[in-house]
């Protein structure tokens, strides 16, 4: 199936590129040395609680570039190959799906906004792991951006369906994702 190739010789690409672009140093400081005084620090404790949200949502647009090569940066998909993330069923709907398709991946075909895809993605709760944070961010992100508007993704749920889901080994299927609540 030519479908199931292309997705997977991009994610050799975007993992690659994911191995070599990682954190990079914020500093040469020693490790335990104390700041200057006049050093600028990264996060600001007086910011207002209601910053937190804003923080997750610039979060999940950074985590949302492991999502680019193949959903775009509009989240539109490229036809025929990636499905689109904007107005998709899967992602603004029960929020145990689009946790549980980051978590495991996803084979064989399955239906988006009425056109059917028969591709792979891999899963991002192993390997190259993202982390319950990540995940609760990225999908914040992308459930309130290209025109969708779905509800914030807490890590409690994300945790949830880990655990709920942890042995699970192989892909999710369109049938898995649909039993779930
Ligand atoms: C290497 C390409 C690739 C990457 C990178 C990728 N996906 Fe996917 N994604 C796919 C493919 C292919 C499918 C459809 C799988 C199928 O047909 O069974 C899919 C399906 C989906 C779906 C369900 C269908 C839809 O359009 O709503 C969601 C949700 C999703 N991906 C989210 C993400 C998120 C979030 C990320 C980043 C963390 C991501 N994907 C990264 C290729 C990718």
Not at 97 to 102: C, D, E, G, K, S
Request: glycine residues 12%; charged residues 15%; proline residues 8%.
């Amino acid at each position: 199936m030519r479908s199931s190739i292309i997705p997977l010789t991009l994610l050799v690409g975007v993992l690659s590129l994911t191995a070599c672009g990682g954190d990079k140093p914020a500093d040469t400081a020693p490790a335990g040395s104390a700041p200057p005084a006049n050093a600028t620090t990264p996060t600001d404790s007086s910011a207002p609680v209601a910053a937190a949200g804003a923080a997750s949502m610039q979060k999940g647009q950074e985590v949302y570039g492991r999502c680019i090569a193949c959903h775009q940066q509009n989240g539109a998909g490229v036809p025929g190959a990636f499905p689109p993330l904007a107005g998709s069923e899967w992602i603004t709907g029960p929020v145990a799906r689009p946790i549980a398709i980051v978590l495991h991946g996803l084979q064989g075909e399955l239906t988006v906004k009425g056109t059917t895809y028969n591709g792979m993605m891999l899963a991002y709760g192993t390997g190259v792991a993202m982390t319950d944070e990540e995940i609760a961010a990225v999908l914040t992100y992308v459930r309130s951006s290209f025109g969708n508007s779905a509800s914030a993704v807490t890590v409690e749920e994300v945790a949830k369906v880990r655990a709920s889901t942890a042995g699970r080994s192989t892909p999710l299927t369109q049938k898995d994702l649909e039993a779930l609540p």
